[in-house]
């Protein structure tokens, strides 16, 4: 396999063909908190796709947010955001929104 260098992130993403579409998972559970169906799916589909497991919002102190991401061993892209403690409620989408906005693949 060829790897190409990604401008946004600095990490190698593995080129698969051109008509090889996306998958993108929204999920409440935590990717390595156990290893379920789920995990079992995507692990298969990120052979032939490139696979983003997207996490809820991990709380943090202080008023950095971050997209922390990383690449487990089958090729899976764990994305995990991070926002400041505090947030209301009501805040979390749109904070969500405009933080993560910038991060395009």
Same mark, same amino acid.
């Given at each position: 396999?060829v790897?190409?260098?990604? &401008?946004?992130?600095?990490? &190698? $993403?593995?080129?698969?063909?051109? =008509?090889?579409? =996306?998958?993108?998972? #929204?999920?409440?559970?935590?990717? &390595?908190?156990?290893? @379920?169906?789920? @995990?079992?799916?995507? &692990? ?7 696979? $983003? $497991?997207?996490?809820?919002?991990i $709380? ?6 971050? #997209? ?5 061993? /089958? ?6 955001? @991070?926002?400041?403690?505090? #947030?209301?409620? =009501?805040?979390? /989408?749109?904070? #969500? ?9």
């Amino acid at each position: 396999m060829v790897a190409q260098k990604s &401008n946004i992130l600095s990490k &190698n $993403f593995r080129v698969i063909g051109q =008509d090889a579409l =996306d998958i993108v998972c #929204l999920s409440p559970k935590r990717w &390595n908190l156990i290893y @379920q169906k789920p @995990q079992h799916l995507l &692990n298969h589909c990120a052979a032939g796709h490139r696979v $983003f $497991f997207i996490e809820e919002p991990i $709380f943090i102190p202080g008023e950095v947010c971050r #997209l922390e991401v990383t690449q487990d061993k /089958n090729g899976v892209w764990v994305v995990v955001p @991070q926002l400041p403690q505090g #947030l209301s409620e =009501d805040a979390v /989408n749109p904070d #969500l929104k405009v933080r993560s906005s910038p991060v395009v693949y």
